[in-house]
Nanobody, 117 residues
């Protein structure tokens, strides 16, 4: 069972930055595709950013140029750097690990990000 623990959420003013971290419990992290999803209030969960084990990335159009996903395999950690935050970025952010159909797919518990003045 892989456990994912997010941290770094909080209240931030529009235009400011925040960095989320997600620490995985297993060393097999290096073979996982990792992603960040978010769920705004009253809306469905949506993909924010994804990074494969090879380092390829893709982003939601709404965050391109503002958010950056990265990973440190030595620390079993994936990050989401969020710059130029907007009120519409307010959501619960979830870390997601895709280790394929045999090992499984896992979610973190979520961390709240609130962008407000």
């Amino acid at each position: 069972q892989v456990q994912l623990v997010e941290s770094g959420g909080g209240l931030v003013q529009p235009g400011r930055s925040l960095r989320l971290s997600c620490a995985a419990s297993e060393s097999i992290f290096s073979i996982a595709a990792m992603a960040w999803y978010r769920q705004p209030p009253g809306k469905q969960r949506e993909l924010v950013a994804r990074m494969t084990s090879a380092g390829s990335t893709n982003y939601a159009d709404s965050v391109k140029g503002r958010f950056t996903i990265s990973r440190d395999n030595a620390k079993n950690t994936v990050y989401l750097q969020m710059n130029s935050l907007k009120a519409e970025d307010t959501a619960v952010y979830y870390c997601y690990a895709d280790l394929g159909p045999i090992i499984g797919r896992y979610w973190g518990q979520g961390t709240q990000v609130t962008v407000s003045s």
